[in-house]
């Protein structure tokens, strides 16, 4: 017996040293307060599926086991009621585990009330259901969500939610379109989606979702199971008066197996297509230090006032290729030709006199373009890898008649740009958790640009030379890379991310003058017309970033110190320029959730521009046909300093919305543009002198869905200050500029035949000038108005209104009212429209605008009134 009981013993003592008591401890916390969940029933099982343990957790979501057992290849598994069931293998670290938990369908917070639109929220995600809001004129996923609470559509398709943009669109979780996502809206019919989902705090990498601190805002189109089964899109084919065409095919699939939204489309109806392709944005200021002038767009749609001739091919394919694997391809192709008539007066108002230039325009602008990106991306949850390669080329050739003060001028601008780019991203995470993070990124941009004028402003410029037309060069290849290595803790009470980021610029500005006379091409006689500069800029930069969250309350807070040297040189003008700097920027964010449905945030963001090669180049570039511009200070440097304040209210149980921001920002120069204008000509130059500028700004958005009324009400207001200084022909001016901006909207549809659509835009600005008498106080009313109508099952019937009014004392008020109508007619799954634009036949449009201590009053020449006749066929 004594035997017996020793050998027993012996077996246990054996078993216990090689498996040892065993300690698992974590905390179980809501994915969308943080806060701890109790009474969850917390499994520990075998690799068979066995269980080896179990816990409930207590009131902070804690829980503790203790085992002997082998836990190679154990699992933990979580259940709760109203929480998505929790699997997760048990790694190496075994205490103070964290896990997230998401809610389930049991615990949305849904509201469904008869007639009213439905919104469903789920943690970060709003849903939107797509019927709720449609209306039977609606014909693209873009109409359905400018009456969506708390969304704003843009004319070219941008989506803002809040007030931000939105950093991601999908569609059925795939970024097929990027940031193009304008076609998306316009093309994707209403027919396909079931829900639109807003995600709050989005983070598009998997790997580090939850793991860094986020201030996106992603879009999704949730499509339907029957629209995955079948290619669909529509034809189109328009004719009208006067001489009016328009033509589109698309067709599109979203499915699991492929992806793609492809159109090609052309017109000369002012619908405009160019927003839809853009150059990288590896394009700098630079780019454009050549332009025929200086014309704005009228505050109308395009359509009343664009004189196109327009065709674009859009091609968009994404398909998976392995195992969470995708290859996307996007492609572009513009071919562009403008016709601008413009008549302006600009008003230079200074302590010595005013200064004015009358000027007639007319312009034709051709615009060949295409880019071409291809990406591979692999997004899983412990991995994730990009890498996008990005082309493109644009070609430009513009041309315009001016008169300016009674002098005829002739100009004609060329160019052609190519772009090329690579981003690579590569996130592994290591088995310890910690996570890597890669990215580097180069791309090399140029273009050429030439400009040919018949301009006289500059005769006492280069005199004794005569000349009949002066031809400016300028061509500024800039190549760019960055490379950046990052490691980042995600574990513990504060999650660290320490990065190392180095940079380099290379740039060189050449450009040169030529007099033209009688085909003789001279070259000036002083050589302060000629550049010849070679920039180069590197940065070295070590970030440690510090993220921290409890409960309802989320921060980050990141510490770079970057070292950065700049050199450039131009031999022209003796100019070898040395300059080593170490900068440290400071950044902080941070946010509370308040409640489930609102939280406030604030940023501070510190930030230094340390300028860039168009910032010290001393040789004189001719930009246009009246200014001239050069700079002489050494060395720009700005330090900017910005903070905001916001809060956000999102109650999708009363469909009703609210968000208020508070924001003031700080930018200290060292430099000053110094504007010279005289009766024939203005010149600009960068000089050295301290200016502080200061900006001030408030907005508020309200959205609300009343069910009484069946009706939804937008209001926006946004209020901004600016306080600087501004050197104006030897003199510095104080200039302050305020303006007040009321947006209201209302949708209301009285029953199944008639609705109504208001959309308004008032806004009042204020500029003075130091101690200068003058009353430069201007407002400006935009309000449009659509009734659709339906007559009968398959006739629709809208009209459109929009009127504007300006007003500003010792100028002539301004107030225009355009009428459109269209008519629909739907027979044999196609629709019949009539469209009749400017039924008044309204031709030329004159508006004022004020920037600083310039009063502009312009004079646009319209389409007319036009007719237009289109058949669509929808592909189903």
């Not at 009016?244 to 698309?250: D, F, H, K, P």
């Not at 230079?348 to 005013?354: N, S």
């Not at 003031?664 to 009766?679: E, F, M, P, R």
Request: glycine fraction near 6%; hydrophobic fraction near 35%; charged fraction near 20%.
């Amino acid at each position: 017996m004594p035997y017996n009981f020793l050998l027993l013993v012996s077996f246990w003592l054996c078993g216990y040293f090689c498996y040892g008591q065993q300690q698992i401890s974590g905390t179980l916390l809501d994915n969308t307060n943080q806060k701890g969940i109790r009474a969850a029933s917390v499994n520990l099982k075998s690799a068979d599926g066995k269980i080896i343990s179990f816990k409930i957790t207590d009131a902070s979501g804690r829980f503790e086991m203790t085992t002997s057992k082998d836990l190679t290849n154990a699992y933990i598994e979580i259940n709760h009621i109203g929480y998505k069931r929790f699997k997760q293998q048990l790694g190496s670290r075994l205490q103070q585990i964290q896990i997230t938990l998401e809610q389930s369908n049991i615990l949305l917070e849904e509201v469904e009330v008869k007639s009213a639109p439905k919104i469903v929220r789920k943690g970060d995600t709003l849903n939107y259901n797509v019927s709720g809001f449609a209306d039977p004129n609606d014909r693209s996923i873009g109409d359905v969500l400018k009456r969506m609470p708390g969304l704003e559509v843009l004319e070219n398709g941008e989506v803002k939610y809040q007030g931000k943009s939105i950093s991601n669109f999908y569609i059925d979780g795939d970024d097929l379109l990027a940031e193009k996502y304008g076609i998306g809206t316009r093309s994707i019919s209403l027919d396909m989606v079931k829900d639109v989902q807003i995600i709050s705090h989005h983070e598009h990498i998997k790997v580090l979702k939850n793991k860094r601190y986020s201030d996106d805002v992603a879009l999704n189109l949730v499509i339907k199971d029957e629209a995955k089964l079948k290619i669909s899109g529509k034809a189109l084919l328009g004719l009208g008066l006067p001489n009016q065409y328009e033509g589109a095919l698309n067709t599109m699939l979203f499915n699991k197996k492929v992806k793609f939204l492809n159109t090609i489309e052309a017109n000369n109806i002012g619908q405009d297509l160019a927003s839809n392709i853009e150059e990288t944005r590896s394009q700098e200021k630079i780019d454009n230090l050549l332009s025929l002038g200086t014309i704005g767009n009228p505050p109308l749609k395009k359509k009343d006032y664009l004189r196109n001739k327009t065709g674009l091919l859009n091609i968009n394919l994404s398909k998976p290729i392995k195992k969470e694997w995708s290859l996307r391809t996007n492609i572009q192709g513009l071919y562009d030709k403008n016709n601008i008539h413009y008549e302006g007066k600009n008003t230079y108002y200074a302590e010595q006199g005013d200064i004015s230039f009358y000027e007639t325009q007319i312009s034709k602008i051709q615009t060949k373009a295409a880019v071409a990106q291809l990406t591979a991306e692999k997004n899983a949850s412990h991995y994730y890898f990009k890498n996008s390669l990005s082309m493109g080329i644009n070609d430009g050739d513009a041309e315009s008649s001016i008169i300016s003060n009674t002098i005829p001028i002739n100009n004609r601008i060329l160019h052609t740009s190519k772009n090329i780019s690579n981003d690579l991203i590569y996130v592994p995470e290591l088995k310890n958790g910690a996570i890597i993070q890669f990215q580097w990124l180069s791309k090399y941009y140029s273009k050429p640009q030439r400009l040919n004028s018949s301009t006289e402003a500059f005769n006492d410029l280069f005199y004794p030379i005569i000349f009949d037309e002066i031809v400016q060069h300028v061509n500024v290849p800039t190549f760019n890379t960055t490379a950046a290595l990052g490691y980042r803790i995600p574990k513990g009470k504060i999650q660290q991310y320490y990065t190392a980021n180095f940079a380099l610029e290379n740039q060189r500005l050449s450009s040169n003058i030529e007099l033209i006379r009688e085909d003789n091409v001279q070259l000036p006689l002083s050589d302060s017309t000629i550049n010849g500069m070679n920039w180069l800029r590197t940065s070295s930069e070590f970030n440690a970033q510090y993220s921290w969250s409890k409960e309802r309350f989320s921060s980050n807070l990141s510490l770079p110190i970057a070292f950065i040297h700049t050199q450039f040189e131009d031999p022209h003008y003796q100019l070898n320029n040395r300059k080593n700097r170490i900068q440290f920027t400071p950044n902080f964010r941070a946010r509370y959730r308040i409640g489930y449905d609102d939280e406030i945030s604030f940023s501070y963001k510190n930030s230094n521009n340390l300028g860039n090669i168009d910032a010290v180049y001393r040789g004189l570039i001719i930009q246009n046909y009246r200014t001239r511009s050069y700079n002489s200070s050494a060395s720009p440097e700005s330090r900017n300093n910005d903070f905001l304040l916001d809060y956000k209210l999102g109650k999708s149980v009363k469909l009703l919305f609210f968000h208020f921001a508070l924001g003031y920002g700080q930018q200290s120069t060292n430099n000053i543009i110094a504007t010279l204008v005289t009766d024939s000509l203005t010149a600009t130059q960068l000089t050295s002198r301290e200016n502080l500028i200061r900006t001030y700004t408030a907005s508020i958005g309200l959205d609300k869905y009343f069910f009484k009324l069946g009706a939804l009400f937008k209001l926006k207001f946004n209020w901004k200050r600016s306080n600087y200084d501004q050197l104006f022909n030897n003199e510095i001016l104080p200039i302050s500029f305020t303006s007040y901006e009321i947006q209201p909207n209302f949708n209301k549809k009285f029953s199944n035949a008639i609705a109504l659509n208001y959309n308004g835009s008032i806004n009042w600005s204020i500029s003075s000038q130091g101690n200068v008498s003058l009353d430069r106080r201007l407002l400006f009313i935009n309000q449009s108005l659509d009734v659709p109508i339906t007559i009968a099952k398959s006739v629709q019937l809208t009209w459109n209104f929009q009127h504007l009014f300006n007003k500003q004392p010792d100028y002539k008020n301004t107030n225009y009212l355009f009428c459109n109508i269209t008519t629909r007619y739907s027979r044999w799954g196609m629709d019949f429209e009539l469209d009749i634009r400017n039924l008044a036949n309204i031709k030329s449009f004159e508006t004022n605008s004020i920037a600083a201590n310039i009063q502009s009053q312009n004079r646009y020449e319209l389409r007319g009134r036009t007719a237009l006749l289109r058949g669509v066929y929808y592909i189903k």
